[in-house]
């Protein structure tokens, strides 16, 4: 049986044929795990935010970390500090509080990822342990890695 289908490449597709392709992906996950989600689609499931902001005396923004939880994880999106305060506490507070945080919120594990010249061993330094990279992400020549933490002893 021989397929009569041929393929575009479409550099701005419309919602209509960008749902298409996600209903094909949803229908299929449903299918095959359809316990997580039905309770996926309740709202008490849906991502909440977490944003964390540092200020200085004068109330200005030093630094600040972005992240959500949703079911039993922390996903921290996104986490800065000022250049001049770097290696002073304030990110290793950030990343504190948002852990706290996600525990409150019934989290068990926390994920991130960073470039090699961004953060690496700041997270390893903080618990946090590799569980995979790529290599030339930038393609410069730089690796980005994937970090992963438990919240809760095992």
Known sequence: MTLDIHFELIADPNDDLCEAVNFQ?????????????????????????????????????VGGLF????FSWLKIEIMATALELRGQGVGLSLLTKA?????????KYAFTDTMEYQAPEFYK???????????DWDSHGH?????VKDLVDK
């Open 25 to 61: 992906l949803r229908t299929h996950n449903q299918t095959s795990s359809p316990v997580h989600w039905k309770k996926r689609e309740l709202d008490e499931n849906q991502p909440q935010p977490l944003n964390i902001f540092a200020f200085d005396a004068d109330k200005n923004v």
């Open 99 to 107: 852990e706290e945080a996600g525990r409150e919120r019934g989290c």
């Open 67 to 70: 992240a959500t939880t949703q």
């Open 125 to 135: 330094k903080a618990g946090y342990r590799v569980n995979g990279e790529f290599e």
């Open 143 to 147: 690796k980005k890695f994937f970090f």
